[in-house]
């Protein structure tokens, strides 16, 4: 399985804190996505990095990019008990008709 | 979830029995996905459509079998239901090769 690993696997901080957590994955990709799901719900897309890129923001999230390492990272800033969550990074593989490889995911506590 | 909708929401099985997932998508989306989220876990994919007519497997293909015989929806049977299939299931639909994946809100399947 080409199944990435995501580190931590749980994290618990305090509002207004910076949350990190990192993706490792095995081989090449075109893009790597990053997607919350509150407990019980759907995915909701956060950010797409692209192979060629190396950094993105977008509102509070920062999302890096190393294709030489095979890890990227996604950094909350100032975050919220609204954030409480888990995340999950998926790779679009090259060559896998654009098929997603997900991560196990890292649940995030945020407390007040 | 970006005009996706998964019917049922909710179903309760017995072991051999048989039913049918349905996805739909009011977004003219070419590409669709099934996948299968357990516990602790994040989702594995279970087959996947590129266009109207065709459909391929993913990495978890049995026990399953789908159909796009309409470009809207793509649907997931089980033709005897087992136990190890009670997970909850998410439908994905994508623009194009190298794009955002939006994905349903689910359907909760227990296998007793």
């Known amino acids: 399985s080409q199944q990435g690993e995501e580190d931590p696997q749980a994290l618990s901080i305090q509002e207004g804190e910076n949350a990190t957590m990192n993706c490792s994955y095995k081989?090449?990709?075109?893009?790597l996505q990053w997607y919350r799901q509150n407990s019980g719900r759907g995915l909701v897309h956060l950010i797409l990095i692209r192979s060629n890129e190396r950094e993105k923001h977008s509102g509070r999230l920062r999302v890096t990019l190393d294709t030489s390492k095979k890890s990227s990272s996604l950094l909350i800033t100032a975050s919220r008990a609204a954030d409480t969550a888990s995340y999950f990074c998926a790779t679009d593989h090259t060559g896998t008709a654009s098929k997603l490889t997900f991560g196990t995911g890292t649940r995030l506590q945020v407390t007040l | 979830n970006a005009g996706v909708t998964q019917t049922p929401k909710f179903r309760v099985l017995k072991t051999g029995q048989s039913m049918t997932l349905l996805c739909a998508q009011d977004?003219?989306?070419?590409?669709m996905y099934w996948y299968r989220q357990d516990p602790g876990m994040g989702l594995r994919l279970i087959h996947y459509s590129v266009g109207e007519g065709t459909t391929a497997k993913g990495e978890v293909p049995d026990g399953y079998n789908v159909s796009r015989l309409k470009k809207q929806n793509f649907l997931l049977g089980l033709e005897s239901a087992a136990p190890s299939q009670t997970s909850v299931y998410f439908c994905a639909i994508k623009a194009g090769v190298g794009d955002t994946q939006y994905f349903g809100p689910g359907t909760r399947l227990t296998v007793l």
């Open positions: 081989t090449s990709i075109n893009n």
């Open positions: 977004m003219n989306h070419e590409y």
